[in-house]
Antibody, heavy 121, light 110 residues
Framework: QVQLVQSGAEVKKPGASVRVSCKTS????????ISWVRQAPGQGLEWMGW????????NYGQQFRGRVTMTTDTSTSTAYMELRNLRSDDTAVYYC??????????????WGQGTLVIVSS | QSVLTQPPSVSEAPKQRVTIPCSGS????????VNWYQQFPGKAPKLIIY???LLPSGVSDRFSGSKSGTSASLAISGLQSEDEADYYC???????????FGGGTKLTVL
């Protein structure tokens, strides 16, 4: 079955960087993209960006451009998301999700369990 | 402020039918597919409707989706206590060049 398993919780100081991993299994990694979605405490879902697992092309959300980098390692079917210059309002649960994209949109049909990132001095 | 608009909460009695609306614009719902996610507290979201009205394998047929113009809705029939969760609509936005979510609707089964 399709599985996405993320790395563990992180506590970071403001200004630091965090790297979250998402190890996938149960499907052909390069056949689907990976999106990253975050959820601040008590808040809704916010899309951060997407990476094409086949060729590494990326599409970052406007509010994250310049601060986020998404990469993949096809040899281990793992996706990574690095967020730099962390602020307190980056405190959130970060999810990776398998992304199916069609000409009129996309959807996330499998999700990782989430990684809590706390930014605090 | 979310790009897609949902009511913060809805409630209905067991065995009844409830609908959750999602309002957007011509740059998102009006021209792209709508998807719905269910999320329980402390858990990852789960896809329950995709491409406006399709059910993923394993999702109960008590869930259904519809779309008209720049609005969409999720209907849940035969409500059960286990349906209590947060529900999010989502659609691609051509202006933002990315998917956008509604603010989420908390469903309470009375």
């Amino acid at each position: 079955q399709v599985q996405l398993v993320q790395s563990g919780a992180e506590v970071k100081k403001p200004g630091a960087s965090v790297r979250v991993s998402c190890k996938t299994s149960g499907y052909i990694f390069t056949s689907y993209g990976i999106s990253w979605v975050r959820q601040a405490p008590g808040q809704g879902l916010e899309w951060m960006g997407w990476i094409n697992s086949y060729n590494g092309n990326t599409n970052y959300g406007q509010q994250f451009r310049g601060r986020v980098t998404m990469t993949t390692d096809t040899s281990t079917s793992t996706a990574y998301m690095e967020l730099r210059n962390l602020r307190s309002d980056d405190t959130a649960v970060y999810y990776c999700a398998r992304d199916t994209t069609v000409t009129t949109g996309n959807w996330f049909d499998s999700w990782g369990q989430g990684t809590l990132v706390i930014v605090s001095s | 402020q979310s790009v897609l608009t949902q009511p913060p909460s809805v409630s209905e009695a067991p065995k009844q039918r409830v609908t959750i609306p999602c309002s957007g614009s011509s740059s998102n719902i009006g021209s792209n597919v709508v998807n719905w996610y269910q999320q329980f507290p402390g858990k990852a979201p789960k896809l329950i409707i995709y491409y406006d009205d399709l059910l993923p394998s394993g999702v109960s047929d008590r869930f259904s989706g519809s779309k008209s113009g720049t609005s969409a809705s999720l209907a849940i029939s035969g409500l059960q206590s286990e349906d209590e969760a947060d529900y999010y609509c989502a659609s691609w936005d051509d202006s933002l060049n990315g998917p956008v979510f509604g603010g989420g609707t908390k469903l309470t089964v009375l």
